[in-house]
């Protein structure tokens, strides 16, 4: 079992609607959170950082996090075709400052 | 600088030759870390830095690779005898503090071994 899964996609939604991205881990112990947007060819991007059970808001994104479940997710709300792109997710844990990456999801947003 | 700066952008190594990729942090950063991204996959951990501490190098695939950061900023990471398993991109990024997680990643550096 990898520590940290997510579907790899890609996962296809229509401009304005809801994409719903989600990141599963494995160390109990994890105690950061976070979501990159990596463009082609590009390096990843820091989108959200989430520390606590709950969500957390910024601008269109959401980022979710529950601990008993080990489970992350990301909603980014009215999509844009500029939102295309791969989402990772990554996860350290508690005794390390290392992240551990997903392998992504792709999200393909259409006009 | 404004942001995490790697060099060079893009390397090409023939088999057996040694390469050394730099990584210039943003200024008072405390952690840097390097990471190996291979087509389609996450990056992959390689070795953390707190200063010029190397607190984990347990990513490092072989003893063909080494990373220094000997005055607590510009780090090098060296690979040794480069092999065709070695082609990916090599991330390098760093974080403010100890423990936020919040790490910020500069352009890379692509890495082909012909």
């Known amino acids: 079992q990898k520590e940290v899964e997510q579907n790899s996609g890609p996962l296809s939604v229509p401009e304005g609607a809801i994409a719903s991205l989600n990141c599963t881990y494995s160390d109990r112990g994890s105690q950061s959170f976070f979501w990159y947007r990596q463009y082609s060819g590009k390096s990843p991007e820091l989108i959200m950082s989430i520390y606590s059970n709950g969500d957390k808001e910024d601008g269109r994104f959401t980022a979710q996090l529950n601990k008993a479940s080990q489970y992350v997710s990301l909603l980014i709300r009215d999509s844009q075709p500029s939102d295309s792109a791969t989402y990772l997710c990554a996860v350290n844990g508690e005794n390390t400052d290392k992240l551990i990456f997903g392998t992504g999801t792709r999200l393909q947003v259409f006009p | 600088g404004a942001g995490v700066s790697q060099s060079p952008r893009y390397k090409v190594a023939k088999r057996g030759q040694d390469v050394a990729l730099r990584c210039d942090p943003i200024?008072?950063?405390?952690?840097l870390f390097w990471y190996q991204q291979a087509l389609g996959q996450g990056p992959e951990f390689l070795t953390y830095?707190?200063?010029?501490?190397?607190?984990?190098k347990s990513g490092l695939p072989s003893d063909r690779f080494f990373a220094e950061r000997p005055e607590g900023s510009v780090s090098t990471l060296k690979i040794q005898r480069t092999q065709q398993e070695d082609s990916a991109v090599y991330l390098c990024?760093?974080?403010?503090?100890?423990?936020?997680?919040?790490?910020?990643f500069g352009q890379g550096t692509r890495l082909t071994v012909v």
């Open positions: 200024s008072g950063h405390v952690s």
């Open positions: 830095f707190q200063n010029e501490a190397q607190l984990d």
């Open positions: 990024a760093s974080s403010l503090d100890v423990g936020t997680g919040e790490a910020f």
